[in-house]
């Protein structure tokens, strides 16, 4: 279970600050001693001798002054350096973090109560190994969250360090948790003489006790809880995402070629809808974890567009991250852009569908904007019912991705979309293809206007050549070019589904009620059994994202307080004040849009099974026609 965003405050952490300082100057901790071990490090090394005879190992109270080890490393100098007295000052904010995050952990859990229970009175039988099981996780959590602040906040330069002592792992309370965190950098600073070489030390112990932590996770019982959780702490900048051991600022710049709308030749209602996409997901409330359009109704979370090659889908694709990153940077927002293609299918078993499951988690991260895109997905993921031509990986990501889009625990936020892209889109598994919410065709450039423009974007600058009578682009502007996509609808393109339309309208007229609308996507599902309820619901989605078909104003994304940084009730509301009313004309245009999409699968796929017939047949007869010539000739042998 996903608990959400819970974000730290500084009061949260004020109350315990206090006794993390007093911890750096003096605490005592009971450790257990390994007396094989010498005193003496070997020369060159801060490795110890271990003595081959086995002894028993002996329990001793260690009394650890961390301040006074970071002044022993300039001993003529009374005060700390700059360097150490952000070590100090970075040590004692994380287990202060770290004792807030285990508060957190207490408040959704029962611990809280327990240990007011606890206060009154002693604990006993079941109840009591209860609070004991979770008071041990907290301690856990306590000093995982304050290792991984420190380790955020620790530069990563200085010298190798490979030779790190045992992490001091004690888990019976918080504070003993943090003592041992406390303790095991102590140790790893012990004979520091620079600050270069004390910053290394620190940053190398730090993930080896990360390290050593993560192997023991699964030891505790309700851990679950912990890796559901999402701590955000604004102040530093920290983010931790249960038992995620990754600097949660570390993430890479996105390389891409963006293009602007203008220079997405054609594909008029694939550019409408992908723009609107762009602007629909900086809706959303990072607070709240919820996006306006998803209560609203319309939201694209899904979709596939589909096209030749050289229609221009990879255009597409990076119009839209660009769209979204240009709105990100604008917002102050995180932005991750994930391509999903062959390389990360795997001759592992279940390493492909472990690559997907992780590409699908990175896009749907709640703190950012996503958008993943799967390009040629008919040769990433596997049509089920052709087992016979597909790999085992095939098969895996097939799985996962149907699950991750409308699965029994897909959640849907609004922060991010999934676009699958390809040139054969029968190819596709059904039920994949069917969980794409939009249907986009990539048809590329189609009108005189069209072919001018894309031949004078692509020719460049480079030239004195006179452009003519022509308006440069007017005819890419995106409302108006779709406005007259949109009225073609109105009367389908396909043969298919023109064949069942006008028999409808021979039949019952024109459709004045909703009674009309349900003949006639009766009539569909009979000729094409691929209309599905899924369909029509894919269908209702775009229509209602239609009702907002006014597109959302420019001025709002100029700056990030006219919209984006408004509270989520403020956008419900800005956005309620486009919305049109749902028309007969809208409903003809998106059923004609989505139903023409299934068709055009369907005679696709249809052509290529005749078309390997007839291919098959040809072969037969030239080897029946060869074979006779040889028998001719007496040189067939058979």
Request: charged content about 25%.
């Amino acid at each position: 279970m996903d608990i959400g965003l819970t974000t730290l405050s500084e009061n949260d952490i004020a109350g315990h600050i206090g006794i993390m300082q007093a911890m750096l100057e003096r605490a005592s901790i009971v450790v257990t001693e390994d007396r094989s071990r010498s005193a003496t490090e070997l020369a060159g090394t801060r490795r110890r001798f271990v003595s081959t005879v086995s002894t028993a190992p002996q329990r001793q109270a260690r009394d650890i002054r961390f301040l006074h080890r970071l002044q022993a490393i300039h001993p003529d100098d009374t005060l700390l350096t700059p360097e150490e007295h952000a070590l100090a000052y970075k040590l004692r904010r994380g287990m202060a973090v770290g004792h807030a995050v285990a508060d957190v952990f207490a408040r959704q859990t029962e611990l809280e109560k327990l240990q007011q229970q606890n206060r009154a009175g002693a604990l006993g039988g079941e109840t009591a190994q209860r609070f004991h099981t979770l008071q041990n996780t907290a301690a856990f959590v306590a000093a995982f969250t304050a290792a991984r602040f420190v380790l955020d906040a620790l530069p990563a330069n200085g010298e190798s360090q490979s030779d790190q002592p045992d992490p001091i792992l004690q888990f019976d309370t918080v504070r003993d948790a943090l003592k041992g965190f406390v303790a095991t950098l102590d140790e790893a600073l012990e004979g520091a003489d620079s600050d270069a070489v004390m910053t290394s030390r620190a940053r190398a112990a730090t993930q080896h006790f990360l390290q050593a932590l993560s192997a023991r996770a699964r030891r505790f019982d309700e851990i679950g809880t912990f890796e559901a959780m999402h701590i955000r702490l604004d102040a530093d900048d920290f983010t931790l995402d249960g038992l995620e051991t990754g600097p949660s600022k570390a993430t890479k710049p996105l390389t891409m070629s963006f293009k602007k709308p203008h220079e997405v030749v054609g594909n008029h209602i694939a550019k409408h809808q992908a723009v609107k996409l762009s602007k629909m997901l900086m809706a959303y409330d990072f607070d709240r974890q919820m996006n306006p359009f998803v209560e609203l109704g319309g939201f694209i979370f899904t979709f596939i567009g589909d096209g030749f090659p050289g229609t221009g889908k990879t255009t597409l694709i990076q119009m839209i991250a660009g769209l979204m990153h240009e709105y990100s940077l604008i917002g102050g927002y995180r932005f991750h852009y994930q391509n999903f293609g062959v390389d990360q299918i795997s001759s592992y078993q279940g390493k492909s569908g472990q690559n997907c499951r992780a590409f699908i988690d990175a896009v749907l991260e709640p703190r950012s904007i996503g958008f993943g895109t799967i390009d040629d997905i008919d040769q990433v993921a596997a049509k089920r019912s052709d087992a016979n031509n597909t790999s085992a990986g095939q098969q895996e990501i097939t799985a996962v991705l149907m699950d991750a889009f409308s699965g029994a625990n897909t959640v849907v936020r609004g922060n991010c979309s999934f676009g699958m892209f390809s040139n054969y889109p029968e190819m596709v598994d059904d039920a994949l293809r069917q969980r794409a919410g939009a249907r986009w065709l990539v048809d590329g450039p189609q009108s005189r206007e069209d072919y001018v423009d894309i031949f004078t974007l692509l020719l460049g600058g480079n030239h004195n050549l006179q452009l003519g009578d022509h308006e440069l682009y007017a005819n890419q502007n995106i409302q108006r070019a779709a406005t007259e996509a949109y009225g073609d609808l109105l009367v389908p393109q396909e043969d298919g589904l023109k064949q069942v339309f006008d028999h409808v309208m021979a039949v019952n007229g024109s459709p004045q009620t909703l009674a009309d609308i349900g003949r006639y996507l009766h009539a569909i599902k009979q000729a094409q059994p691929r209309f599905t309820g899924r369909a029509i619901k894919n269908v209702t989605d775009a229509i209602k994202m239609r009702a907002f078909d006014v597109e959302l104003p420019d001025e709002w994304f100029e700056t990030p307080g006219q919209f984006m940084h408004r509270s989520y009730d403020d956008k419900l509301a800005m956005i309620k004040e486009l919305q049109s009313p749902i028309t007969m004309e809208m409903v003809l245009q998106e059923i004609n849009r989505y139903a023409a999409s299934e068709f055009r699968y369907s005679d696709k796929s249809d052509e290529a099974a005749t078309e390997k017939i007839l291919r098959e047949q040809r072969v037969r007869e030239r080897a029946a026609r060869e074979m006779e010539q040889l028998k001719r000739d007496g040189q067939w042998n058979a």
